[in-house]
């Protein structure tokens, strides 16, 4: 469905607004909703004019119930009960999504829901009666401290871009921030008085993360290369304010999907797992950290996790290397 329809609008818009949610994820809810709104239209037979659904919006703020309007798609999805929504989630079964695709689903129409209840566009929360699947846990991945080595060593930092690409592997790796927290960072969030970031994560939150020496090292290699190479020096210095860390080819500021691409093109440099996402990085991070004696407190504020149980979840991968070890070395470990 191309038409936009505004109650989804709405929604979208409180999240970017209020939630602080990234425009990439704002879109996946987006993405999630359309699909929703697609089904329930081939369900009743609603032809969507825009016109016609910003008025029975209007109605809805207004107070009127979703029975008092017209035959309108905005009707359907603020009178759909908990019977619909099972009927729309059978739909997807049979599309074979995986269970993590169905898990995500379900949250987009349960934040939905309860914005739009919150805001009596609703006459109820349709959501409260559907059970999210249980999905089986997947171990976050993560590679050796030598395959993080040759990684690293891929870019050739003898040129500009190769020293931006060294220095943005050694930041991800030194810090474990998030790729979106590396790309938006600005050159004034690095200090090197204290060897550390001010990151801006999830919901604009801000934390401090440290520099390792080596990522410190490449960042002031990249950024002196950077201010003398002739290509970039004018139009990356000519705006003070908000100057980008890590920049383009034409000076602007790097996109996420720019990274993936570099990480791309240096593990198959190197041999290494095309696999290996930048949340790898971040993963490794993280286990390693843990791995060498640090608490998880400590790791959960360097992650910027909200729960420490998100970051527990790295706990079991040191706990497995332990049990592999214990298993390979001590002389009753197995039976014989």
Known sequence: ?????????????????????SP???????????QHCDFLAAEFGIEVDQAVEAAAFDRLKGGATPDALDETLTRHIAAAGAEEIRVFLDY???QDYSAATMARKIATLRSFYKWAAKRELTPTNPMTLIRTPRQAKRLPKAITVEQIEQLLSAPDDRETLGARDRAM?????????RVSEL????LDDLDTNIEALRVRGKGKKERIVPLGSHALAAIRHYINTLANDERFAGAWSSDRENRPLFVNKHAKRL?????????DKYLSQVGLDPGISPHTLRHSFATHLLDNGADLR????LLGHQ??????????LTTQRLRTAYQQAHPRAEAS
Do not use: N, W
Request: glycine fraction near 2%; hydrophobic fraction near 35%.
């Open 183 to 186: 790309v938006d960072l600005d």
């Open 92 to 94: 997807l079964a049979e």
């Open 169 to 177: 592997l050694e930041t991800l790796y030194s810090t474990g921030i």
């Open 307 to 316: 729960s420490l149980s998100t970051t527990q979840a790295y706990t079991h």
């Open 255 to 263: 996109s996420s999907r720019s990274v993936r691409r570099k990480l």
């Open 24 to 34: 990439y994820t704002a879109r996946c809810y987006g993405a999630d909703l359309r």
């Open 1 to 21: 469905m191309t038409t936009p329809i505004p109650l989804v609008s709405a929604f979208l818009s409180y999240l970017i607004d209020e939630r602080h949610f």
């Open 298 to 301: 400590s790791v959960q504020e």
